[in-house]
């Protein structure tokens, strides 16, 4: 993950589970996901540490932390082949910020 400079500022392998995340401030169909590795990490940049959840609609990947109402921070992309890319925005009630990018490989 990187900024809008596009300097890294997480690196981490993330298992997407199947079982449904509970507590989900976000309407629609979340489901866990788990950090199982971090090289780089920067919590106040995207915090790794607060459960996250996500979903697949249409292709496209939305990850981040559903427990913090109002205060949503999301990356989403549309999925490819052998990886996914997209942006990282902070997301309220009404409004979004763009934050910074982000690469998702996947692990065979």
Known sequence: MMDLKHAGK????IRFL?????GSCMGGTWRRAAVEEKTAHDEKFFPLAEPLAYQIENGVLTLGR???CDGYLF???KSEK??????YDAVSMGASQNLGYFTLKKLP
């Open 10 to 13: 997480v690196d981490a392998t």
């Open 18 to 22: 199947g079982d449904a995340a509970t």
């Open 66 to 68: 559903t427990t913090v």
């Open 75 to 77: 990356i989403s992309g």
């Open 82 to 87: 052998t990886a996914i890319h997209g942006t």
